[in-house]
Nanobody, 124 residues
Framework: QVQLVESGGGWVQPGGSLRLSCAAS????????MGWFRQAPGQEREFVAA????????YYADSVKGRFTISRDNAKNTVYLQMNSLKPEDTAVYYC?????????????????WGQGTQVTVSS
């Protein structure tokens, strides 16, 4: 199993930017796809973005497309989520997760080895 630790969350004003990082410990990501999900209080966990092992395939939720960018550095065993033009509705706990396969998916059912999450709050 891979231990995943998210970082980079915090409080920002609407229109601001944050970069989240997801670092692996214990083992490397290997050839697995990686994904980002988020969950607001009282809401179900929703898909945000996913990336294939070679970074050639990227998926985004419609709500974040054009504002968020997912990337990865396999040599550093790290996945990133650059978030620009943040909105109050982006407020949530953000989780990274390792996919069970090399291909990315937009459903949490395909993922394993979840991180503990990092809080992102967007407000004035």
């Amino acid at each position: 199993q891979v231990q995943l630790v998210e970082s980079g969350g915090g409080w920002v004003q609407p229109g601001g930017s944050l970069r989240l990082s997801c670092a692996a410990s214990g083992r490397t990501f290997g050839s697995a796809a990686m994904g980002w999900f988020r969950q607001a209080p009282g809401q179900e966990r929703e898909f945000v973005a996913a990336i294939s092992w070679g970074s050639t395939i990227r998926y985004y939720a419609d709500s974040v497309k054009g504002r968020f960018t997912i990337s990865r550095d396999n040599a550093k065993n790290t996945v990133y989520l650059q978030m620009n033009s943040l909105k109050p509705e982006d407020t949530a706990v953000y989780y990274c997760a390792k996919d069970q396969s090399r291909s990315p998916h937009d459903s949490s059912l395909f993922y394993e080895d979840w991180g503990q999450g990092t809080q992102v709050t967007v407000s004035s």
